[in-house]
């Protein structure tokens, strides 16, 4: 970060990263819209230049989305900035053999392709366990499975003796093009996992979470775990939940938790395999604890007066989770300071007084932060990006998100329907993550305060 031209050009990469990254909270992560954006990327490198931040900030999201649909898929742009834009490894400096400057990288970024045009062939491999015995007859003929009309370069190959199995896709050698063949491989490839597992169901076959390709340049694609699943806050609202539970009579509230779970769990173990039918499988988890009550009330529903819908609780909610996120950060910045093992990290002093208190009104807090944080060497300004974001969202910008949230959660029935009913889900793998990180979410907020109310 310390070679970046100024502070908005820092502020547009955190901000960058975290719109594509893994654990972003669902109100700042990349929803993937689609936005009517008359600015070009190039608006943006020039905001940076003449170091115009609030300008480069709203800029961001366009640009992920100019990315996102010109090529290549939210994963690779995320490793793409972290390591090209930033130049880590030194590799564009003034005295490296090609120096580009960090606005010609951007722009390079910008015109894609070009970073490298590499057409030769390689292939993408999602292995398939166990191999077969010679005897085991694939339903199939060797070597294409054809799903629907759109998946011609799916196959299914056995080799002589064991029959290994993988689902193979082709790319071009570039990352692009082989991180997008991974997409649609996990997409369509699930498909005809599902079909061999009906047609061989005395085999047990599995997938594993990451896939391979044959190319040098990018050799593994790992996967990535159900977003928001794995966090630390998750774990400790369905554990103290849980143990709660094994002390008392189950009301039929409690029933109704246990089995959301069991649906969590169920998409879960589903997700490295499908983005979008793992997503789609959400919808009951929240059905079971909400009826059809999740952004509105439907017609006739049975729900007590007074219940409050998800959507509600997650709009009023959202300060202060977000403030508790940006508690968490602060805390493992300043817990880095204390692990010997990262003595290169050095948190800010500022940092050590202020940590959140229990009782500790999250707004009141958000300003001592920021006050504390003006002026300091290691000032971080994606902090103050959002704090001020939080210390300014009035009824009026919630109002807003909710609209949006709507939307998004109509969506996500749209998904369950069109999974129940006809049997696919054809979410988009960046929209399936969003609406998954935001189901989540809905869901943590209604087992954590039945947790509470116990
Ligand atoms: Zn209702």
């Given at each position: 970060m310390a070679r970046l031209p100024n502070d908005t050009a820092r502020i547009v990469i955190q901000r960058w990263l975290e719109l594509t990254g893994a654990e972003t909270h669902p109100e700042w992560l990349w929803k993937g819209l689609r936005f009517q954006s008359h600015e070009s990327p190039l608006t943006l490198i020039g905001a940076i230049s003449?170091?115009?931040?609030?300008?480069?900030?709203?800029?961001?999201?366009?640009?992920?989305?100019?990315?996102?649909?010109?090529?290549?898929?939210r994963t690779w742009q995320h490793a793409l900035v972290s390591s090209f834009l930033l130049d880590a490894q030194d590799r564009f400096g003034p005295n490296s053999a090609t120096p580009l400057s960090f606005l010609e990288r951007m722009q390079r970024l910008f015109n894609g392709p070009q970073i490298s045009l590499d057409p030769e062939s390689v292939y993408v491999d999602w292995p398939v366990e166990p191999a077969l015995a010679k005897s085991v007859r694939l339903p199939v003929e060797n070597p294409a499975v054809r799903i629907g009309n759109e998946s011609p370069t799916i196959s299914v190959y056995g080799?002589?003796?064991?029959?290994?199995?993988?689902?193979?896709?082709?790319?071009?050698?570039?990352?692009?093009?082989?991180?997008?063949?991974?997409?649609?491989?996990?997409?369509?490839?699930?498909?005809?996992?599902?079909?061999?597992?009906?047609?061989?169901?005395?085999?047990?076959?599995?997938?594993?979470?990451?896939?391979?390709?044959?190319?040098?340049?990018?050799?593994?694609?790992?996967?990535?775990?159900?977003?928001?699943?794995?966090?630390?806050?998750?774990?400790?609202?369905?554990?103290?939940?849980?143990?709660?539970?094994?002390?008392?009579?189950?009301?039929?509230?409690?029933?109704?938790?246990?089995?959301?779970?069991r649906w969590i769990s169920m998409a879960n173990a589903r997700w490295h395999e499908s983005h979008s039918v793992a997503t789609a499988m959400l919808w009951p988890a929240l059905e079971i604890l909400h009826s059809k009550c999740v952004w509105k009330h439907v017609?006739?529903?049975?729900?007590?007066?007074?219940?409050?819908?998800?959507?509600?609780?997650?709009?009023?909610?959202?300060?202060?989770?977000?403030?508790?996120?940006?508690?968490?950060?602060?805390?493992?910045?300043w817990a880095k300071k204390n692990d010997r093992q990262v003595g290169r990290v050095v948190p800010p002093q500022w940092l050590r007084p202020t940590l959140l208190a229990i009782d500790e009104d999250p707004i009141e807090w958000l300003r001592k932060v920021a006050k504390a944080a003006r002026g300091s060497v290691s000032e971080d300004p994606l902090l103050h990006y959002r704090i001020y974001e939080l210390t300014t969202l009035g009824d009026r910008?919630?109002?807003?998100?909710?609209?949006?949230?709507?939307?998004?959660i109509s969506e996500l029935y749209q998904a369950r329907n069109s999974l129940f009913h006809e049997g696919v889900s054809d979410l988009r793998e960046e929209r399936a993550r969003y609406l998954a990180a935001l189901a989540v979410e809905l869901l943590l907020l209604t087992l954590e305060s039945r947790a509470q109310l116990s």
């Open positions: 003449n170091n115009q931040r609030e300008k480069a900030v709203a800029l961001v999201e366009p640009a992920v989305t100019h990315i996102m649909e010109s090529m290549g898929t080799s002589s003796g064991e029959r290994k199995l993988k689902l193979r896709t082709k790319a071009t050698n570039e990352p692009s093009s082989i991180s997008l063949a991974a997409t649609t491989l996990r997409a369509q490839g699930s498909a005809v996992l599902d079909l061999l597992r009906v047609a061989l169901p005395d085999q047990n076959l599995i997938v594993s979470n990451s896939m391979s390709s044959t190319s040098a340049r990018l050799p593994h694609l790992k996967g990535e775990a159900m977003p928001r699943l794995e966090r630390y806050r998750t774990r400790m609202i369905v554990r103290h939940y849980l143990m709660e539970l094994s002390n008392r009579d189950l009301s039929d509230e409690d029933i109704r938790a246990v089995s959301a779970m017609r006739r529903c049975s729900c007590a007066p007074g219940t409050v819908l998800p959507i509600d609780a997650y709009i009023s909610s959202l300060r202060d989770n977000l403030t508790r996120e940006i508690n968490s950060y602060l805390r493992s910045l910008k919630l109002n807003d998100i909710r609209k949006r949230c709507e939307l998004d």
